[in-house]
């Protein structure tokens, strides 16, 4: 059989995995860590490590990423790698669905077994929608596309992107489930001084935002969009001389996502409505966060701008 997933495995794997050996390295790790890390066997780290990072550029060239996204991809992974084993899983799978619906394995697929020169296989079947959307999803997909766009034309919202990236969830009126929230499955992450959402919106996607976005609006269901940005004294002290409505968490020990949830709910009950706001000053290997809060995409886009905007020329 002629499966992508030996296109995959052969060509698409190895070169990746050499880039992640690579920016490891540069971060201080030893081939030691790495290797356990990435699964593999000190000598197949050594040979990653032993050909130069433009070797391995090279041979993902023959698949047509932007140099720009493939960097992101792998800073996506990197930062996953070394805190939850789970999460990379996900992410990398998400990656790869992203990959196999452009269309760029087709490519390789083609060249290597050339019987599927008309094959589109992959293409229909990874750009098929979980579900099948009405008027009111398409129109809430739409929003969040527009707003994607305006935080990736920012001049200045990188400044507010915190080390695990950022991401947005949008909600229906009617939410029962994460089937009723959408959010980007593969984050907005750095490119350069601006930033790129990986992939488009979509719903159905279980993460720590849709399961915020949950919690929350079973204290306010008028809640539908949050966001996160890093937290920072400067960002906290904008916020705090501003008619901005924030709160923050209490806490002493957090051990996970699920931790943070928890006690966001508790600092929204006693601060007694849905702030704008939320700090959470996070954790052993749990990183500061901000979380912005509101019941429309446009009004959520706009505050964060505006911070992002204030971050920077103050």
């Known amino acids: 059989m002629f499966t992508f997933c030996e296109v995959v495995a052969e ?13 490891l390295k540069e971060k201080g790790y030893s081939q030691t860590h790495i290797s356990a890390l990435l699964g593999k066997t000190q000598p197949l780290i050594s040979h990653y490590l032993d050909n130069d990072i433009r070797y391995w550029k ?3 060239e023959q698949f047509g990423f932007d140099a720009e996204i493939l960097e992101s991809y792998v800073r996506t992974i990197i930062n996953d790698i070394s805190s939850d084993p789970t999460s990379v899983v996900k992410t990398f799978n998400l990656i790869l ?10 490519y390789v697929h083609r060249r290597k077994f050339p019987l599927l020169n008309n094959c589109n296989v992959c293409i229909e079947l990874f750009s098929q929608q979980k579900l099948e959307l009405n008027k009111e999803r398409e129109n809430l997909l739409k929003s969040l596309e527009k707003a994607i766009k305006e935080i990736e034309e920012s001049p200045y919202f ?9 991401n947005i969830a949008a909600s229906l009126d ?3 489930s994460f089937e009723d929230i959408a959010t980007i499955p593969g984050r907005i992450v750095k490119v350069k001084n601006r930033v790129k959402a990986l992939m488009p919106p979509e719903f159905g ?6 399961k915020l976005l949950l919690e929350v609006k079973k204290i306010d269901s008028s ?25 923050k968490t209490e806490h002493k020990i957090i051990y996970n996502e699920d931790d943070i949830i928890n006690y966001i709910r508790r600092a929204i009950i006693k601060f007694g409505a849905i702030p704008q706001i939320v700090f959470d000053e996070g954790g052993f290997g749990l990183e500061p966060m901000t979380y912005v809060f509101g019941k429309s995409i446009e009004e959520v886009v706009e505050l964060v701008l505006n911070l992002a905007k204030m971050y920077v020329l103050k």
């Open 174 to 176: 009617i939410c029962n």
């Open 58 to 60: 090279d041979k993902l």
């Open 223 to 247: 809640t539908n969009v949050v966001i996160n940005i890093k937290y920072d004294k400067k960002l906290a002290r904008i916020v705090s001389e501003s008619k901005i409505s924030f709160t």
């Open 205 to 210: 996607v279980v993460s720590h935002l849709t």
């Open 97 to 106: 669905k992203d990959i196999l619906k452009s269309g760029k394995i087709c």
């Open 158 to 166: 990188s400044s507010l992107v915190p080390e695990v990236y950022v």
């Open 11 to 23: 060509e698409l794997l190895p070169p990746l995995r050499a880039l992640i050996a690579h920016k």
